[in-house]
């Protein structure tokens, strides 16, 4: 008859092997949940501020854009004006300083 010593050995062994395993599993699965609870925690932290900044500065960010776009249409206007418009320059120029074009 077979030594039931003999035979407990490897399954203790195994039984202590699952047992590491376990805690390895339950380490592992803690880091996994600091580790997602981290990157939301950094998400919050950069892009939280970037909305609020959106929301509290958006009337101010609008003005500028007004006076950007108001200021980009002027400097187009009077860089590259057409004939007409280059024909109104001068109609205008000559009577202010009508003396200039006798």
């Given amino acids: 008859m077979p030594d039931t010593t003999q ?10 092997q699952v047992r590491e ?4 599993v339950k380490k592992l699965r803690r880091r996994m949940l600091y580790a997602s609870i ?9 892009v939280g501020p970037l909305i609020f900044s959106l ?3 958006g009337p101010q960010l609008q003005q500028l854009y007004r ?3 108001t200021l980009m249409q002027n400097a187009n206007q009077y860089s590259n004006p057409s004939a007409d418009q280059q ?5 205008q120029i000559r009577a202010q300083y009508p003396q200039l074009f006798r």
């Fill in 7 to 16: 035979q407990n050995q490897p399954i203790a062994a195994l039984t202590e």
């Fill in 21 to 24: 395993l376990t805690v390895q």
């Fill in 38 to 46: 981290y990157e939301v925690l950094k998400l919050i932290l950069i």
């Fill in 55 to 57: 929301w509290y500065f």
């Fill in 67 to 69: 006076t950007w776009s």
């Fill in 87 to 91: 024909q109104q320059m001068l109609e």
